[in-house]
């Protein structure tokens, strides 16, 4: 992982949006082969070492085992390869999927979203061994808007069955329609982006960089997810940006 903030936050929020391009392709994938979600607790979304993705489908089983009842494989572009329909396959607790889908629930059971339903993407890596982190990111229920805010960071230790930390990403939350329009939040939880705005910039469309202004500094975010520190008064005057409140 990078150890420059910025850098971290957009080598993140790119992760995120691939994560979520995936899922998403491997549920519309399962619907269009009309395979059973019958039974199925917990989607997960993994890349692999050579670049190609494999979201699992199932449920948790006793013992902290895993059923992969549906696998779609995809291509470092998130393509589909390869539809596993009902394989029915019994993992063992330190398998990926199986210690992925009990960091997932662990964070279900400690969370009362706000802002209707919500996605839980979790990443393979924490601050320590053995660590994931889970992001709950609001889902977006309308095709005409995208969510922005609302969001938490948890790192989970899968084998203690804990939550060691809860971050809230933003202080507010907006829902932001599709326009060839910059967006700009103000009164950032943190000093920096993180990586859900990062997520925000890349997933829009039409795409259009999006700003946070900071009580020091104000970055630009591009569609692509790179961060660049930008002049804050040019930022503001900007008649194509919709500057956000207390973000």
Same mark, same amino acid.
């Given at each position: 992982?990078?150890?420059?903030?910025?850098?971290?936050?957009?080598?993140?929020?790119?992760?995120?949006? *691939?994560?979520?391009?995936?899922?998403?392709? *491997?549920?519309?994938? $399962?619907?269009?082969?009309?395979?059973?979600?019958?039974? +199925?607790?917990?989607?997960?979304?993994?890349?692999?070492?050579?670049?190609?993705?494999?979201?699992?489908?199932?449920?948790?089983?006793?013992?902290?085992?895993?059923?992969?009842?549906?696998?779609?494989?995809?291509?470092?572009?998130?393509?589909?390869?390869? +539809?596993?329909?009902?394989?029915?396959?019994?993992? %063992?607790?330190?398998?990926?999927?199986?210690?992925?889908?009990? *960091?997932?629930? @662990?964070?279900?059971?400690?969370?009362?979203?706000?802002?209707?339903?919500?996605?839980?993407?979790? $990443?393979?890596?924490?601050?320590?061994?053995?660590?994931?982190?889970?992001?709950?990111?609001?889902?977006?229920?309308?095709?005409?808007?995208?969510? @922005?805010?609302?969001?938490?960071?948890?790192? +989970?230790?899968?084998?203690?069955?804990?939550?060691?930390?809860?971050?809230?990403?933003?202080?507010?939350?907006?829902?932001?329609?599709?326009?060839?329009?910059?967006?700009?939040?103000?009164?950032?939880?943190?000093?920096? %982006?993180?990586?859900?705005?990062? $997520?925000?910039?890349?997933?829009?469309? %039409?795409? *259009? %960089?999006?700003?946070?202004?900071?009580?020091?500094?104000?970055?630009?975010?591009?569609?692509?997810?790179?961060?660049?520190?930008?002049?804050?008064?040019?930022?503001?005057?900007?008649?194509?940006?919709?500057? @956000?409140?207390?973000?």
């Amino acid at each position: 992982m990078p150890q420059d903030p910025l850098q971290l936050a957009t080598e993140v929020g790119r992760y995120l949006f *691939a994560y979520d391009q995936a899922a998403g392709r *491997a549920a519309t994938m $399962l619907l269009s082969k009309e395979a059973s979600t019958e039974g +199925v607790q917990a989607s997960i979304a993994r890349q692999h070492e050579d670049g190609h993705w494999t979201v699992g489908f199932g449920r948790r089983t006793g013992g902290g085992g895993f059923r992969l009842m549906h696998e779609v494989v995809m291509n470092d572009d998130r393509l589909v390869d390869e +539809v596993r329909a009902g394989v029915s396959e019994r993992l %063992p607790p330190e398998s990926y999927y199986a210690r992925a889908a009990r *960091a997932q629930r @662990l964070v279900q059971e400690n969370f009362d979203g706000e802002h209707g339903p919500y996605n839980f993407l979790v $990443l393979p890596v924490g601050a320590e061994a053995g660590r994931m982190t889970v992001y709950a990111i609001p889902a977006q229920t309308d095709q005409n808007a995208y969510r @922005l805010g609302g969001d938490y960071r948890f790192e +989970v230790n899968p084998a203690a069955g804990e939550v060691v930390s809860r971050e809230p990403l933003h202080k507010r939350y907006y829902e932001i329609g599709k326009r060839a329009q910059g967006t700009g939040g103000t009164a950032h939880e943190a000093t920096r %982006p993180v990586e859900t705005d990062v $997520l925000f910039a890349t997933v829009r469309r %039409p795409a *259009a %960089p999006h700003f946070v202004m900071t009580q020091e500094r104000t970055f630009r975010i591009a569609p692509d997810g790179t961060i660049t520190p930008v002049d804050t008064r040019t930022a503001r005057q900007r008649e194509d940006v919709r500057v @956000l409140r207390g973000m």
